[in-house]
Structures are given as structure tokens and as C-alpha cells.
């Protein structure tokens, strides 16, 4: 019974920044890699960021890269999303969640997934 509990989502002018935060209640969290994805109304749930179980390690959609960054926190059992220089294009709903194999960009690479923190960026 894994559960990753997310928070930070809220609503933001573009250009401004937000840092998303998700909680794993885990014992083993340093033991798998994390991503984030999100999914705008009417849209399909996309990749956006994902780093190592190491933390060493990152990628980035490239709609986001130089802009957003990932990174954890093993002790806190925590990831994070910064979001900097949001655009009204970067609204969405932002899932984390955590690896079990294949590739980082495809959902069913995930066996469990945050609850979904709503990110809306006005012009």
C-alpha cells in the first residue's frame, strides 16, 4: 500500500513560479524513480519531467525543459516539481507518480500515482 499525496497547485499569472511537492509513504522511496505528468482539459495525460532513483539523473519534455526542474528529497520521502516562467499553455492537472520500468515518458511505465494538483497560469 503505497500512497503519494500531492500539494502546491494553485493559481498563477504567467511568468510566475509554482513548486509542486508529493509525499510517498513508502519505506523504499529511495529504490524508484518519480515523474510528473499532467493533463489539460480535453488533452491526453502527457509526460513532463521524471529523475533517477538516485536522484542523478533527470528528463524533461521538451515543452518544459529550462523552465521546470525535478528533484527529491530521500529523507523527506518527497519530490518536487519547480515551475518557473509558467505560461497559460502549462495549465493542467499535474500527477506524480512512481516508476516500475519501461520508459519514463509512458503512463503504464507507473504503478502508482498521486491524486492530482491543479495548476492554472492566467495571461
Known amino acids: 500500500q503505497v500512497q503519494l499525496v500531492q500539494s502546491g497547485g494553485g493559481l498563477v499569472q504567467a511568468g510566475d513560479s509554482l513548486r509542486l511537492s508529493c509525499a510517498a509513504s513508502?519505506?523504499?522511496?529511495?529504490?524508484?524513480?518519480m515523474g510528473w505528468f499532467r493533463q489539460a482539459p480535453g488533452k491526453e495525460r502527457e509526460f513532463v519531467a521524471a529523475?533517477?532513483?538516485?536522484?542523478?539523473?533527470?528528463y524533461y519534455a521538451d515543452s518544459v525543459k529550462g523552465r521546470f526542474t525535478v528533484s527529491r528529497d530521500n529523507a523527506k520521502n518527497t519530490v518536487y516539481l519547480q515551475m518557473n516562467s509558467l505560461k497559460p499553455e502549462d495549465t493542467a492537472v499535474y500527477y506524480c507518480a512512481r516508476h516500475s520500468d519501461g520508459s519514463y515518458a509512458n503512463t503504464a511505465s507507473y504503478d502508482y500515482w498521486g491524486q492530482g494538483s491543479q495548476v492554472t497560469v492566467s495571461s
Open positions: 513508502g519505506r523504499r522511496f529511495s529504490s524508484y524513480a
Open positions: 529523475l533517477s532513483w538516485s536522484g542523478s539523473s533527470t
